[in-house]
């Protein structure tokens, strides 16, 4: 069993970046492939970044591309979403994932973390 618990979300303003941590427990995440979603209020949850167990690979949602930086920490069991140039479409709570597999996803993980807010203001 993994658990997840993300950190660092918080008020930022439009422009601005935030750095959110996703740390793993129960068991070492080094062969799972973790993901970060985000769920704004009343839409659904979307995926929005992941990387590869190894860490070399990395994939990201189009509202994402340029702004966002996923990366991993395997001795340290964590994730991290860098994210800067932030929008007030931004806004939502951020969810990390992760899956036992060594590629990465847009779907299809098995454990998640409980969430932490993002707003943006403009």
């Known amino acids: 069993q993994v658990q997840l618990v993300e950190s660092g979300g918080g008020l930022a303003q439009a422009g601005g970046s935030l750095r959110l941590s996703c740390a793993a427990s129960?068991?070492?995440?080094?062969?799972?492939?973790m993901a970060w979603f985000r769920q704004a209020p009343g839409k659904a949850r979307e995926f929005v970044a992941a990387?590869?167990?190894?860490?070399?690979?990395?994939y990201y949602a189009d509202s994402a591309k340029d702004r966002f930086t996923i990366s991993r920490d395997n001795p340290k069991n964590t994730v991290y979403l860098q994210m800067n140039s932030l929008k007030p479409e931004d806004t939502a709570v951020y969810y990390c994932?992760?899956?036992?597999?060594?590629?990465?996803?847009?779907?299809?993980?098995?454990?998640w973390g409980q969430g932490t807010q993002v707003t943006v203001s403009s």
């Open positions: 129960g068991r070492t995440v080094s062969s799972y492939a």
């Open positions: 990387i590869s167990s190894s860490g070399r690979n990395t």
């Open positions: 994932a992760a899956r036992p597999a060594k590629a990465y996803s847009t779907a299809n993980y098995d454990y």
